[in-house]
């Protein structure tokens, strides 16, 4: 593990918790019968959407997305503007969509509302049915132990961005509870101002039926992907909310760290307005900075969507100003 990719002091002890109601493990089963072959389909059919018009194809996305979250029992909240469906790549122009990351689940929440190509660490294109639908779905996949291969990973997503494609990007580099967030990282940023197109700030909070944050999709440090499994089909009543935020107009910000601070201080401030503690999670957000380069206790466990797209600001692009 190299030393700069980025940790979180999350732990499923401390953070995957769900205060709520409890689905009975026969039920919970039923889920997983139908929900695992449900995403296996979503490998097999992709080839095929790659047949179809861009509209049709974000439609059905759109709607995979949403019956993988409802087979595992969670409804889906949109809050602030839903974007339109696009009638082509070109028409709509391209626009990197920055969101922070709890769980796998964040997958397919922004899917419901964003289809769109993904960007995640190059192990996962060997990964069996993974990785076929990650790469036949488009993701696009960066190194992320080369610091020399940073400027291509920018340029990559600057000329997927340019040709139109909408990219979805976590630039927190791993997972948190969703309680906290991390530092956004600035490089690929630097790619939204390559290629002018504006940023798109969301918010994903995952909610127990009181409204609370429940912590129970979270994937965070040596947690596996089956026990995220079942903890996610045994708790009752989750709903993942995508709050959509206004986007960073093109042009608003010349340099790539402050245009990583005004996205980030948008997905922090969406989640402080919806937090009863109001006024504390600014300086929460502080401490899990500085907590963060220190811990080692919670490194990334070697999950699909833990720290996949971990890029340092230090070796972005050479056009960036410091």
């Keep these: 593990m190299s030393a700069w990719l980025p940790v979180a002091p999350c732990t499923p002890h401390d ?25 296996l389909a979503g490998a097999l059919l992709t080839p095929l959407l790659a047949l179809l018009g861009a509209a049709v194809r974000d439609r059905l996305t759109a709607a995979w997305a949403h019956s993988v979250l409802r087979v595992f029992g969670l409804r889906v909240r949109v809050a602030g503007q839903r974007p339109a469906l696009r009638r082509s790549r070109q028409a709509s122009g391209g626009v990197l969509v920055v969101a922070n990351h709890i769980s796998w689940l964040d997958i397919p929440a922004l899917g419901t509302v964003f289809p769109s190509r993904m960007l995640a660490k190059s192990e996962i294109r060997s990964w069996p049915v993974m990785g076929v639908l990650a790469a036949r779905g488009g993701t696009l996949f960066v190194e992320r132990e080369r610091l020399r291969a940073l400027p291509g990973a920018v340029r990559t997503v600057s000329e997927a961005l340019t040709a139109g494609s909408r990219v979805v990007v976590f630039p927190e580099g791993c997972t948190w509870c969703g309680q906290d967030q ?106 899990a900075q500085t907590t963060v380069a220190s811990d080692r206790a919670n490194r990334p466990a070697s999950s699909v969507h833990q720290c996949d797209n971990s890029i340092p600001a230090s070796a972005s692009s050479v056009r960036t100003r410091s």
């Design 182 to 287: 991390g530092r956004f990282t600035s490089a690929v940023f630097q790619a939204a101002l390559d290629a002018g197109v504006p940023v798109r700030p969301v918010r994903i909070t995952y909610r127990a039926p009181d409204g609370q944050a429940s912590g129970a999709p979270a994937f965070v440090g040596n947690d596996t992907l089956p026990a995220s499994l079942w903890r996610v089909v045994t708790a009752g009543g989750l709903t993942a909310e995508i709050t959509v935020l206004p986007p960073i107009p093109a042009g608003r910000h010349t340099d790539r760290r402050s245009l990583a601070h005004a996205a980030r201080t948008a997905v922090l401030g969406s989640a402080a307005a919806g937090r009863a503690s109001s006024g504390t999670a600014v300086a929460r957000a502080a401490v």
């Design 15 to 39: 953070c995957a918790t769900h205060r709520g109601p409890r689905t009975r493990a026969l039920a919970a089963v039923g889920r997983l019968l139908v929900g695992i072959p449900l995403v």
